[in-house]
Structures are given as structure tokens and as C-alpha cells.
């Protein structure tokens, strides 16, 4: 087991609906560690930016214009297998597959509505966090020492 950073978005959808209470409360119970949270809006530009790596595929368009629809909440979630630990609480993308208790069992509407991201790896986790933060803004700890 390693400490591990992600990142986390309440996506749109779910900001709008009135979840981000309840998806925040999932985080602090799991337990992860906010190492830093914000509430911010992509535009176009940037929701192409973050998402580059399905710039091919079919539902690109439509996921760049949900993306910057309205606002979200970026987060810096850190632990103990952070990566991971996380994208199983979001459950499986699709949320018709989702296990029961999930983020996006609980709140994905349809395949493209799906409530929360998360980094699918380490690399991508410092590419990503590196959009939403500087390095100064992700604090590991909650207690100082
Ligand atoms: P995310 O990046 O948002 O955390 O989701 P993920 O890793 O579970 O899934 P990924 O394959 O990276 O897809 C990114 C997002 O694109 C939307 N999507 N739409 N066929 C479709 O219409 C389709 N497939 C994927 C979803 O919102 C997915 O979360
Ligand atoms: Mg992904």
C-alpha cells in the first residue's frame, strides 16, 4: 500500500441536483484525505484540454459540452491507494453496472451523466491535478504538525 493523490470532480450534473453534500460526506467517510477542493467551471476549451484522450472518440462533443455546462467541484483526494480506493467508490462508468452504494449508482442519470470523475491512473492524476491546483493549493495533511 502506497499514499496516493487523485483527482476527484463532482460533475455537473450532480452539482446541480443538490449531491455534492452527499458526495462529500462518501469522501470523508470512505476516509480520503481533501487535500484540496474547489468550485470552479470548465469552458469549452478547457473540458477539451482534460479530457484529450477521448478527443476520437463519438461522444466527445456531447461530453466536452455537458463538461462546461455548469459548475463543479475539483478535488485533490489523498490516502492509502487513493487511486483506486476512489474510482471504486465513483463505481463502474456505465451506472446501470454500478454495484449498489456507489457515487454513480446512487446518482449518475444516463451513461454521459454520471456524477463524478476520477484520474484512471498516477500519471494522469499529476497531469490532471496539475489543471486544477498549483502545488501549493494540495495539502496532504488535515492536522499540521
Ligand atoms: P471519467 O473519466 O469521467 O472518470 O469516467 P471513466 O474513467 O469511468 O470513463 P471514461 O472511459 O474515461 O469516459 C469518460 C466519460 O465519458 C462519458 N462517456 N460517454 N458512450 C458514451 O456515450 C460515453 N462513454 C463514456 C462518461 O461521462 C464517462 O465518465
Ligand atoms: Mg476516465
Not at 470512505?30 to 469552458?43: E, R, S
Not at 477521448?54 to 489523498?78: C, N, T, W
Not at 451506472?95 to 451513461?111: D, N, V
Request: charged letters at 25%; glycine letters at 6%.
Amino acid at each position: 500500500m502506497a499514499y496516493e493523490e487523485t483527482l476527484a470532480l463532482i460533475k455537473p450534473d450532480a452539482v446541480k441536483a443538490g449531491h455534492t453534500g452527499k458526495i462529500i460526506e462518501a469522501v470523508i467517510a470512505a476516509p480520503f484525505t481533501i487535500c484540496a477542493i474547489k468550485k470552479t467551471m470548465l469552458n469549452r476549451a478547457m473540458a477539451e484540454r482534460f479530457y484529450a484522450v477521448h478527443r476520437e472518440k463519438p461522444f466527445f462533443d456531447d461530453l466536452v459540452q455537458f463538461m462546461s455546462s455548469g459548475p463543479i467541484y475539483a478535488m485533490v483526494l489523498g490516502g492509502e491507494s487513493a487511486l483506486l480506493r476512489w474510482r471504486e467508490l465513483m463505481g463502474a462508468t456505465n451506472f446501470e453496472e454500478a454495484a449498489e452504494g456507489t457515487l454513480r449508482k446512487r446518482f449518475a442519470t444516463s451513461l454521459g451523466r454520471n456524477a463524478v470523475h476520477g484520474s484512471d491512473s498516477l500519471e494522469n492524476a499529476c497531469t490532471e491535478i496539475a489543471i486544477f491546483f498549483s502545488r501549493q493549493e494540495v495539502l496532504p495533511c488535515d492536522i499540521p504538525s
